[in-house]
């Protein structure tokens, strides 16, 4: 064999697996079948590290199963959708489709050289009308089915963008692209029913074995089921309608500690008394300008406006409470309206304290002194405590046993009744932009909001749009939302609200066992490939990305797109750590941050000479520029290389620090292991030795581990074992017939990882076709069992020695080789043997 050059190898053996057509998913009835995937990327340009190493992981599965005699399923597509685009478009010129398919033609080229597994017969965008237009057809069927709906809502506001921002999107009560300060408006949105779902959404992660506990536990606090009581205040002074004030709280057994009632600015009766009290309009037009989220009302200072409203207590209509409108209360959780209990709910002491309003303790901790509170006291619902302020008749001494108590006795005294509630909300999937999946309707003057035909999707988004002015070109273009009532052939308008790019990456998953279907999907390769059998992808998405997948593929089984067994459509789930890099940083005259590329940093200075500052472990980040780009790294050293080192360095769920060092070391490995082939190879046809035996057992304890590790997502140990494998194989003193068969098993065992050099040492050392294509190796049983056991030696506490010896040897045996042996005799020197103790299969111990 010629030196190892990765250059050359890698497009060599990557143009051999496309031209055998080794990764194009097939459905085999005679097969089982594998799906893998990871999550899919979105267009911005460039791959990372962290690119690497999620692809990579899914890579070796995805290997390791084909080889293993499945048909495997492992596509990739772009998320392709969203603002970014259309914010490069503003900012630079150009259309968002130009910047997107640009984009994803640069990506495929940076991914291509890593030699993934990939059916790339199946790639699609989300911004491909033919996706989309699919996409566009569920919804129509979803309406049918009465899981889309359309009403007000209240949204985060963009003034200057004019467009409707998620939360996530709100930073610091402004836009995160235009700065400007954000206001609660209410406007007409289009939401999928997933609280319609709750339930099942929430119970079913019992099921999910294989997601890690984590995911399973940030969904079901999200979901957030809660048991409460939900009842009327009678009102005093309240406009008439509003004689009675509907109230949900988990903590019924807190009424008697209550001292005011409180609404949303957003709730009805809130927006009636604004309409007559300037005064009161002003501040809930000053609370419309704080987020939506849970999160921004509770970071918010908590502020309040007495309407003069008074409420009467249920267990005593004498004890009024003044209904407050409070800026910390969500419309959309309960009814809008809660009771206050400063003693124990955190908030509501912040709002009581600052109102001078009562502070009354429901109960205290069981062996407190008295019940003055400087703050307050919030104990976990199954701890032990005292009610002091009990609901009458009540006995309970846990809250978790006092709050079923109190809805047992509302009810019984009819004045309320028990509810299970959900924080998850409907789906809200408006989004006033351009670059989105446009929403399939239709707004007629006589036959209102209708679908469109199918058969004129997709509805596809006009190319001739400029960004020159704010808001959503949809809305302003001349001819595209004119169009023909599909039901009575009228003038009608189109609908420009387009879909939250979360819609478009909720079912790919589906889209890919059939991506180029006139249909969503085809039923038989649906039932053949779904579900997922193992999703990879981060852990920034364990919430709404998996939440919506799960509540799609149950849309996607009610209206006939997935067969019943894939409502739950991933069944493993993996989340892999982040790829991290010291960041190197100076500083500039004003003592401002200046980062440095890792090229411009040698032995932590600057080519000039200049030390930087070094922040270690970071995540990888382009603004930090702790970036590592991939096709460096290739161009040095071969993609082989990059996928060893980001498989072998840390348990893949873990981050993963990359340095220089790391990489040169991964590629020195894969030096030596083709040096030591090529030694193999020119070892004459009749070269033999003593060693075959031991090397057969080294290779089946090889197959076995790598086997085990992979199978246990344990990459970094598969890694391990290879490199031990490697070594014994070295140092092997065999025969050539059993060295060929042990580094083609090598080969074989490396080649979920890296494949190229794989290729190369499997066709070198005779392996019959593509090593991508050979049946995994299977370990003898009767090889991996050891009939020896090594046991140190100490003596006088010390270890001196240690001897090789058969497991079942009597004791008597054993101590007679331990004090024969050479160095125990030295460290010995002549002194008498006092006593020797054998620990079976452990140790042996010799006092002199």
Known sequence: ?????????????????????????????????????????????????????????????????????????????????????????????????????????????????????????????????????????????????????????????????????????????????????????????????ISDYAGELLSALDGLKDWPEKVRLMQANWIGQSRGLQFSFETVGAPAGFDALEVYTTRPDTLMGASFAGISPDHPLAKALEASNPELAAFVAECRRIGTSEEALEKAEKRGFDTGIRVKHPFDPAWELPVYIANFILMDYGTGAIFGCPAHDARDFEFATKYGLSINAVFTAPDAADVQL????????????????????????????????????????????????????????????????????????????????????????????????????????????????????????????????????????????????????????????????????????????????????????????????????????FTQGMVTHEIYMTRDANGRPVYHLPEDVTEGKLADGTAVEIIPSAKMSKSKKNVVDPMNIIAAFGADTARWFVMSDSPPERDVEWTASGAEAAFKHLSRVWGLCSRIG??????????????????????????????????????AALYSFANTLAKAD???????????????????????????????????????????????????????????IQINGKRRAEICVPKDMPAPEVEKIALANEDVIRFLAGQPVKKIIVVPGRIINVVA
């Open 1 to 193: 064999m010629s030196r190892y050059e990765p250059a050359v190898i890698e497009a060599k053996w990557q143009e051999a697996w496309d031209k055998a057509g080794v990764f194009t998913a097939k459905r085999d009835a005679a097969k089982p079948k594998y799906y893998v995937l990871e999550m899919f990327p979105y267009p911005s340009g460039r791959i990372h590290m962290g690119h690497v190493r999620n692809y990579t992981m899914g890579d070796v599965v995805a290997r390791y199963k084909a080889s293993c005699g499945f048909s495997v399923l492992h596509p990739m597509g772009w998320d392709a959708f969203g603002m970014p685009a259309e914010n490069a478009a503003m900012e630079r010129g150009g259309h968002p489709k130009t910047w997107t398919y640009g984009n994803i033609a640069d990506m495929r080229g940076q991914m291509k050289p890593l030699g993934l597994s990939i059916d790339w017969s199946r790639e699609f965008a989300t911004c491909d009308p033919e996706y989309y237009g699919q996409q566009q057809a569920m919804f129509i069927d979803m309406m049918e089915a009465g899981l889309v709906y359309r009403k007000n809502a209240v949204v985060n506001w963009d003034p200057v963008d004019m467009t409707v921002l998620a939360n996530e999107q709100v930073i610091d009560g402004k836009g995160w692209r235009s700065g400007a300060v954000v206001e609660r408006r209410e406007l007409t949105q289009w939401f999928f029913k």
């Open 374 to 573: 400087t703050e307050a006291f919030v104990p976990m619902k199954s701890e032990r405590v005292t009610y002091v302020r009990a609901l009458p008749g009540s006995t309970a001494t846990t809250g978790e046993a006092a709050v079923a108590e109190a809805i047992a006795l509302c009810e019984a005294r009819g004045i309320g009744r028990g509810v299970t509630n959900y924080r998850l909300r409907d789906w809200g999937i408006s989004r006033q932009r351009y670059w989105g999946c446009p929403i399939p309707v239709i707004h007629c003057p006589t036959c209102g909001v209708v679908p469109e035909a199918k058969e004129n999707l997709p509805v596809q988004l006009p190319d001739d749009v400029t960004f020159d002015i704010p808001g959503n070109p949809l809305d302003r273009h001349p001819t595209w939302r004119t169009c023909t009532c599909p039901k009575c052939g009228a003038a009608a308008r189109r609908e420009t609200d387009t879909m939250d790019t979360f819609v478009d990456s909720s079912w790919y998953y589906a889209r890919f066992t059939a991506p180029h279907a006139t249909t969503p999907t085809v039923a038989e390769d649906a039932d053949y490939w779904m579900n997922v059998d193992q999703y990879i992808g981060g852990i920034e998405h364990a919430i709404l990305h998996l939440l919506y997948s799960r509540f799609f593929a149950r849309a996607m089984a009610k209206t006939g797109h997935l067969p019943a067994k894939a409502i739950e459509p991933f069944n493993a789930l």
């Open 682 to 719: 020119e070892l004459p046809a009749d070269h033999t030795g003593p060693g075959d035996a031991d090397l057969a057992r080294a290779t089946a304890k090889a197959i076995h581990e790598v086997t085990q590790s992979i199978d246990g997502f344990a990459f970094n140990k598969a890694i």
């Open 734 to 792: 065999a025969s050539k017939p059993a060295l060929q068969q042990a580094i083609r098993t090598l080969a074989q065992l490396m080649s979920p990882m890296t494949p190229h050099i794989a290729e190369s040492i499997w066709t070198y050392q005779g392996g019959a076709g593509l090593c991508a294509q050979a049946p995994w190796p299977k370990a003898d049983p009767a090889l991996l069992i050891d009939d020896t056991v090594t046991l140190p």
